[in-house]
């Protein structure tokens, strides 16, 4: 019901005005009804969810279930969670200077009772915004009952001159203050059992205990609360009575698709309004950045159990621009394009984020951070160009002949991180059976994408041992495969 709450501040008038109350998982309910009905997005932002995460959530919602997010890192727990928000009224009326949010036409608290019973219809009442509705807290070892439950407060009992015995020297948590709130809280497993024992009572009876003094409080709630599966068995778990009260337990998932990720990492960069006006980045150098966190995700040197968080391509985006920006700024242009070359820059971005296994901490993150963007290279390079077999005759003709003769002729070929726009250009078409390779298997590939096409089919034929490549303090030099390794004994 649409009340104009601007003109109801006592008791009386919101029983004349016809409020009716309502649950939090009523409000949720009904206004998810009316999304779906009117075909309204009820989880606006969430990407490669639609058809899997969302369909599920919106079914606990109809059920007025408490729900547990069940997932790897990075993958829009609390994003969701966050985002019920929408889903709750606009405004919703409480006793003022309550502090469990007190329904005027259902008082819980000491507090609210004994103002209605003194004033009647002419209890004030303020108004409460849907934003101000969301409380979260982080699931840390050092949590105590006395922060979520609450605790006797004896400053309280001292300043009101109260005995212990009095209820009134109660100090309520964070759960009864968030009365009528969506309550999240992230990595459960790692609240201490005791902990979670704790609430027990909250999520099935509704009446809390705190220092003796047994309270019947109803509280009206909606819980969600988000795990990484591997917790269960790594830093703590989710104890047995309490995931039987958790309503529904949601699979989260990674996105599926190279276009659902790219959505994800274009929504949540950060990025400074000069890059996107100075910086161009090729449609093939985004799927390329995404398909870093895809190899990952399957990488031998990689802990596939802890996950490669969305975070990875966020980061990584944010790190191949500033590594653009700043070669801008180096050179004097004003515009300039992303190269491949420019990748060296998101290594530090990926290394915090991955956790390495044995064999990947043998590698070293830097490295294995390499060979992850020469892996992603590798995966695109085979959506342009002609397969390169693993087994071949020698007397075999390639499309790569001419390219690889030609580095076997020269003395190799270098590409500096801060050349300027037009020296990169005129390096690039130095090679010529690059360019007639491009023109013949790419021949509407974009003109201005076309230096980064072949700086892939050099990266390419690198990550398929045709050419080698090495990174040398200005640059990357690139060179033929066997007359490297002859100079090099």
């Known amino acids: 019901m649409k009340l104009n709450y601007k003109e109801i501040s006592t008791l009386g008038e919101l029983k004349k005005a016809g409020y009716i109350r309502k649950s939090v998982k009523d409000e949720l309910r009904d206004n998810l009804r009316e999304k779906i009905k009117n075909g309204e997005t009820t989880f606006e932002g969430v990407w490669g969810y639609e058809n899997t995460v969302v369909p599920e959530l919106e079914r606990a919602i109809l059920s007025r279930h408490n729900i547990n997010l069940l997932g790897l890192r990075g993958q829009a727990k609390t994003r969701l969670a966050r985002l019920m928000v929408n889903l709750l009224d606009e405004w919703i009326p409480v006793v003022e200077g309550s502090e469990i949010n007190d329904d005027p036409l259902k008082p819980m608290s000491r507090y609210a009772i004994e103002l209605i019973k003194e004033k009647g219809e002419k209890t004030p009442i303020s108004w409460m915004h849907k934003d101000d509705r969301f409380y979260e807290k982080l699931a840390t070892p050092d949590v105590t009952v006395a922060d979520l439950i609450g605790d006797v407060d004896p400053i309280k009992a001292a300043n009101l001159k109260l005995s212990y015995a ?36 909250i999520l099935q009876e509704g009446d809390i205990q705190i220092r ?39 699979l989260t998932h990674y996105p599926e698709t190279i276009e659902i990720a790219r959505k994800i990492t274009e929504q949540e960069s950060k990025l400074d309004s000069r890059q996107q006006v100075g910086i161009y980045v090729p449609s093939i150098a985004k799927d390329i950045l995404e398909q870093i966190s895809f190899e990952a995700r399957k990488s031998e040197y990689v802990d596939v159990k802890s996950g490669v968080s969305a975070r990875t391509s966020i980061t990584a985006f944010e790190n191949l621009l500033s590594t653009a920006e700043r070669r801008l700024l180096v050179s004097g242009a004003e515009k300039t394009t992303v190269r491949l070359s420019d990748f060296v820059g998101v290594i530090p971005a990926i290394t915090g984020k991955i956790e390495l296994v044995y064999e990947g901490e043998q590698e070293g993150a830097g490295g294995v951070a390499s060979l992850l963007i020469d892996e992603a290279v590798k995966s695109t390079f085979s959506k342009y160009f002609p397969e390169i077999k693993k ?90 495969l066997y007359g490297s390794y002859i100079s090099g004994l």
């Open 166 to 201: 009095d209820e009134r020297v109660l100090h309520f948590g964070m759960i009864p203050r968030a009365n009528r709130c969506i309550f999240v809280i992230n990595e459960l497993p790692d609240l201490q059992a005791r902990i979670q024992v704790s609430l027990f009572n």
């Open 212 to 250: 003796g003094f047994k309270l019947r409080l109803p509280l009206d709630l909606q819980f969600v609360f988000t795990a990484n599966p591997e917790d269960y068995t790594n830093r703590g778990s989710i104890v047995t009575p309490l995931k039987d009260r958790i309503g529904s337990q949601i």
């Open 391 to 480: 087994l071949q005759r020698k007397d075999e003709e390639t499309p790569y002949d001419e390219i690889i003769h030609w580095f076997y002729e020269g003395e190799g070929f270098e590409l500096e991180d801060e050349y300027t726009d037009q020296e990169y250009s005129r390096a690039l078409n130095d090679i010529t059976p690059l360019t007639q390779l491009i023109k013949e298997y790419q021949p509407d590939f974009e003109e201005k994408d076309i230096n980064f096409l072949k700086e892939v089919l050099l990266w390419g034929l690198v990550a398929y041992k045709k050419l080698s490549k090495q990174r040398f303090s200005e640059g990357y030099q690139f060179k033929d």
